[in-house]
Nanobody, 125 residues
Framework: QLQLVESGGGLVQPGGSLRLSCAAS????????IGWFHQAPGKEREGVSC????????YYTDSVKGRFTISRDNVKNTVYLQMRSLEPEDTAAYYC??????????????????WGQGTRVTVSS
């Protein structure tokens, strides 16, 4: 069975960068789509980005377009979320999750499979 572990979160100043990692074990990540979600205090969890396993297509929520980049390293069985120009509004717990599909269909409707435990990102001066 698939297990996901997020890492890379921490405290960063506004305008700074972080790279989050979603490492998989048990199954290869390259077969299904992987999505990143975040949940800020007092708010619902929402999708941030997703990468497909069909043609590598990527998707981003409007608030992070141009600042975040999702990528996949199949050799390391890891999906990354490179976050640049971070803003205080990005402060949240970030989770990766495994889609049951290959094209991010689950991500777009808010239905995913296995979830990691999350990694916290705090953007503050």
């Amino acid at each position: 069975q698939l297990q996901l572990v997020e890492s890379g979160g921490g405290l960063v100043q506004p305008g700074g960068s972080l790279r989050l990692s979603c490492a998989a074990s048990g199954l290869a990540l390259d077969y299904y789509a992987i999505g990143w979600f975040h949940q800020a205090p007092g708010k619902e969890r929402e999708g941030v980005s997703c990468i497909s396993s069909t043609d590598g297509s990527t998707y981003y929520t409007d608030s992070v377009k141009g600042r975040f980049t999702i990528s996949r390293d199949n050799v390391k069985n890891t999906v990354y979320l490179q976050m640049r120009s971070l803003e205080p509004e990005d402060t949240a717990a970030y989770y990766c999750a495994h889609d049951l599909t290959r094209d991010c269909s689950g991500y777009h409707v808010g239905l995913m499979s296995t979830w990691g435990q999350g990694t916290r990102v705090t953007v503050s001066s």
